[in-house]
């Protein structure tokens, strides 16, 4: 285990991982906060750092559509993008996990329009829950590192075949400059390994046909296939994350925990807001408040049992939301964690939609959080305190 | 020039059995294509008859390798699979030589396809895009696209009281093609399959993009009996409807056929139900109107490519 530090942003650490992973093909296109990314990597391209085939298509519909033709050829692939960028690739972004290619996107999350914004939240990727991508969530820049490099092993394990998502906070982490961990570049080869597809289409020999027209009689099991598939990843993203921990000297979890085995009142959240929500949480622990933290790495597949089983026994439950569902109900973290919880206990869970749009998620929000938190542990119920779902920082 | 003898050893990219209808045009346009060479083709198509008909699963009626992805990105997806036939060569892992088509119907090209189809031109691969034009969208049920004639009956440009149905004239694509200066731009028609063949080979040879526009007569869509497709092919090439010229470089153009006798628009419109209001006197002055363009039209190609009147 060899590693240098070095002071990188998000994005730099992306087109990093991209480097040393040096797929066969990237198909992209240009949007804020992607931007820095690809043109980081153009450059290592440029420079003879990386050898592959860049596609510069002009649309991310068509880069994603690229990556599909790519892919089916039999070819390791990459593309990134961000909000609007993902929306107009949305078609063919389920076209990518139905055809079982591993492709794997670093997607660097911005507010979807409209009104349009390039700043950060969950939108984008939020849009995309349901599309049969698994989804890694960094909280920093070394995650959006570490996670890239393992997304590859887990999106072409032969038991997956499912493209991968890791996602980052826009500009809050792919521009902050971070210190980070850049491992060495024969470890992480000899890591990500080479792509050995069962099918392509460049067989002369053994002609394929991709993208077969699928009747009534077949559509449902290859969705039943894609479903199993995605329960099946558990065991392989655990698994990859074990073998990962002998590069970075750390084991990748669903979820990750701070201060959170012997807290009563917890926040959970994902992304860039864990890291303020750490030092909240240090804060509360001098004061003897018992705070705590749960934080999802993985959100598809996702994973209920962990969470569950983390807060069954907690006195009261924040879940934090970055892209609202508009359901009338809360926010798609939300509905998850305490439809999870539903037959484990009864402990009282609320709702936090914050930071839409890139509005700040300053300490002062997060304590007023724990605040309330605290008020519902007194009572044991939700509803004594607040509204089960909260806009905060907004003027109502 | 195709040689039969030579070309009846060759593979065929269709096997029979597929699920196109009796007369259709397109699957004897792809297997003109096909077999303007030996060097194995990787196919790519948008989605519309040819796909769907060609690739009920678990069925393929392709020889090929062939992808599909959706409607809008033919010329997207199969970018993809050439730069990585290029990336794999260049490491070693690809070992055979391939070459790379793209197809479309006209919706999935005039239309829906049209930028995909132009950042490909731009960018510039070895890639042949073929449309195959029937001049409507023939697989949702004849519904009018930018490539349907002025004056045709669609469903959603339907004949009426106070309708001639559609109102315009189809866009220029293969000009737009040309537009992009790409090596080779070609229009073709089954009916000429020597003449389709050749171009084919040309298209398939060339160091980078090429694209041609290939008229498809659809029995339903146009309102024909099935067995008189080629000779509707032909009429159109000879009332000059649907000339056959190519073009290279976006500045050398060259007509490839010219009629002994050129014949009048009226051949052409009365042989197909779509046009049959038409015929109607009080719609005389469209036919008329029809005439005129497709006269100017003829003209200027011929002026373009340098040959007589």
């Known amino acids: ?156 394990n032969p038991d997956v075949l499912l493209p991968v998502v890791v ?48 009747l009534p009689d077949y559509y449902f099991e290859h969705r039943r296939q894609m479903a199993g598939a995605m329960s099946g990843s558990k065991k392989v993203i655990a698994d990859v994350a074990k073998e990962f921990s002998k590069i970075c000297g750390r084991e990748y979890k669903f979820i990750e925990g701070y201060k959170l085995e012997d807290a009563e009142i917890v926040i959970v959240a994902l992304g860039s807001t864990v890291g303020t929500a750490r030092a909240v949480v240090d804060d ?104 089960l779902v909260t806009y905060l920082g907004v003027r109502d | 020039m195709a040689n039969l003898k030579e070309l009846n050893k060759r593979k065929e990219l269709l096997s029979g059995g597929h699920r196109m209808c009796a007369g259709c045009a397109s699957p004897m346009i792809i297997r003109q294509m096909g077999l303007s060479q030996e060097i194995p083709l990787v196919v790519g198509s948008a989605t519309g008859c040819l796909e769907v008909s060609t690739t009920p699963n678990p069925f393929t009626a392709w020889n090929s390798s062939f992808v599909h992805c959706a409607f809008e990105n033919s010329a997207a997806t199969v970018s993809g699979v050439e730069a990585a036939y290029r990336s794999l060569r260049r490491r070693g892992k690809v070992k055979d030589e391939l070459r790379f088509v ?68 189809p866009k220029d694509l293969t000009a737009i093609a040309v537009a992009h200066r790409i090596p080779f731009v070609a229009q073709a028609s089954p009916s000429h399959w020597n003449d389709l063949i050749t171009k084919s080979q040309k298209a398939l040879s060339v160091e980078g993009p090429a694209f041609m526009n290939v008229l498809s007569p659809c ?18 090439v000879d009332t000059c409807f649907w000339p056959l010229f190519e073009v290279e470089n976006g500045l050398t153009w060259k007509l490839s056929y010219k009629p002994a006798a050129k014949k009048p628009i009226t051949d052409y419109l009365k042989a197909q139900g779509r046009f049959r209001h038409l015929m109607r006197p009080e719609n005389a002055a469209v036919v008329e109107q029809i005439q005129k363009k497709v006269d100017d039209d003829w003209a200027a190609l011929l002026k373009r490519c340098g040959a007589e009147a």
């Not at chain 1, 990314?37 to 994603?64: C, P, R, W, Y």
């Not at chain 1, 826009?170 to 050995?196: L, P, R, T, W």
């Not at chain 1, 999802?296 to 026994?313: G, M, N, Y």
């Not at chain 2, 029995?219 to 159109?236: F, N, R, V």
């Open chain 2, 102 to 169: 793209a197809l479309g119907g006209d919706g999935g090209t005039y239309d829906i396809g049209l930028q995909s189809l132009s950042g490909m031109l731009e960018r510039g691969p070895r890639i042949l895009y073929l449309c195959y034009n029937n001049e409507a969208y023939m697989n949702t049920g004849v519904q009018r696209s930018g490539a349907t004639p002025l004056g045709s009956q669609t469903t959603t440009a339907p004949v009426g009281k106070e309708s001639i149905g559609k109102k315009q004239y």
């Open chain 2, 219 to 236: 029995p339903l869509g146009w309102g024909y009996s099935s067995e008189k497709t080629i000779e509707l092919a032909k009429l159109a």
């Open chain 1, 1 to 156: 285990m060899s590693k240098k530090l070095l002071a990188l942003t998000g994005n730099d650490a992306a087109a990093y991982a991209m480097k040393q992973i040096d797929p066969d093909v990237v198909a992209a296109y240009p949007i804020t906060p992607q931007t820095s990314l690809m043109e980081k990597f153009a450059q290592f391209v440029a420079d003879g750092e990386s050898n592959t085939e860049i596609v510069l298509v002009e649309s991310e519909h068509s880069a994603m559509s690229a990556c599909v033709g790519a892919s089916c050829a039999g070819a390791r692939v990459m593309t990134a993008t961000s909000s609007q960028g993902l929306a107009l690739m949305w078609e063919v972004v389920y076209i990518a996990s139905s055809y079982r290619l591993p492709i794997v996107m670093p997607l660097v999350n911005r507010a979807l329009s409209g009104p349009i914004n390039i700043h950060c939240d969950h939108s984008d990727a939020m849009g995309i829950r349901d599309s049969g991508w698994i989804q890694l969530w960094a909280e920093n820049a070394q995650e959006v590192y570490d996670n890239l490099l393992q997304a590859i092993r887990i999106a072409e």
């Open chain 1, 167 to 214: 996602n980052y906070d826009g500009f809050i982490i792919s521009h902050a400059i971070e210190n980070m961990y850049i491992y060495d570049n024969d470890e992480v080869k000899k890591f990500v390994g080479e792509y050995k597809p069962k099918y392509t289409l460049l067989d002369p020999k053994k002609p394929t046909t991709f993208g077969s027209f699928d």
């Open chain 1, 284 to 387: 509360l622990r001098e004061k003897g408040v018992k705070a705590g933290i749960l934080k999802i790495r993985v959100f598809r597949p996702f994973p209920e049992e962990e969470i569950a089983s983390a807060l069954k026994d907690k006195k009261a439950v924040a879940v934090l939301d970055r892209a609202d569902a508009l359901n009338a109900v809360g926010g798609p973290i939300f509905d998850e964690v305490r439809s999870g919880l539903y037959k484990k206990s009864n402990t009282p869970v609320v709702n936090y939609i914050y930071g839409l749009g890139g509005r700040d998620m300053g300490l002062a929000e997060i304590n007023k959080v724990y605040s309330d938190l605290a008020d519902i542990a007194k009572t044991g119920k939700a509803d004594s305190v607040r509204n």
